[in-house]
């Protein structure tokens, strides 16, 4: 069994990511939002937006894009309740599960969280480097190109359709639609008020399989589903 995992507001209570460098530029992310609003007139889609309001705050503030300032803070990201100890009982078990991250967020970032020892791969966006610096944009892992993401991990672990997909929002309807017509199963994350109007959008279709409150502690109605799943596999 392969389980895939979206990062911000999955995982985490935050929707968008709470980059640190960011924050010490000026920006909270209501005046960071407002910023990417402007771009997107620019821009062909939101992603391209935000990592090109991105790194322009950097430059603007002669911050370097390194690495190191780059993941400033990573090691400090707060996650839902119980996430640490879902991934860990995992360890302690020989499941025969892998577990996999996939975020259009930075990849860099999200391998200095302490989540990352906990799962098998992390597949987000990645940079082209020189001499230490950031130069531009390599991968911009978008809605539709996490569909190619999950595909990849298929292939990688010869799974066809044993494949469970945790998102908390409309971004992650392209993966939801592609883990449902292969028959896998879809976990749809609640993280705030709004969650349920985004749930019942995106579960027009019937795509969604579950959908639980943002709590992965040991007890809770999502870990007891998961090894549910585990079991009858």
Do not use: W
């Amino acid at each position: 069994m392969v389980i895939i995992y979206d990062f911000d507001g999955t995982l985490t209570p935050y929707s968008l990511p709470q980059y640190e460098i960011i924050k010490k530029c000026g920006y909270n992310e209501e005046k960071l939002m407002n910023r990417i609003s402007e771009e997107l007139a620019n821009s062909k889609g939101l992603y391209e937006a935000y990592y090109k309001c991105y790194i322009e705050i950097l430059l603007e503030n002669n911050i370097l894009l390194t690495k190191e300032n780059v993941c400033l803070g990573a090691d400090k990201v707060e996650f839902n309740n119980g996430v640490i100890k879902y991934f860990k009982n995992f360890q302690s078990q020989t499941t025969g599960v892998k577990h996999y991250i996939v975020t259009s967020g930075i990849k860099d970032y999200v391998d200095k969280t302490v989540i990352r020892k906990f799962v098998d791969g992390v597949y987000g966006v990645t940079f082209n480097e020189e001499n230490g610096i950031y130069k531009d944009i390599d991968i911009l892992l978008t809605d539709k190109k996490k569909v190619d993401v999950i595909k990849q991990v298929q292939k990688d672990n010869q799974e066809t359709n044993n494949i469970i997909y945790f998102g908390d929002g409309l971004t992650d309807s392209f993966a939801f639609e592609y883990v449902h017509s292969i028959g896998g199963k879809n976990v749809f994350i609640a993280t705030k008020n709004e969650s349920m109007e985004t749930y019942k959008k995106l579960n027009v279709k019937g795509i969604i399989n579950e959908c639980f409150d943002a709590d992965f502690s040991l007890e809770s109605k999502l870990s007891k589903y998961i090894q549910k799943q585990i079991e009858e596999e």
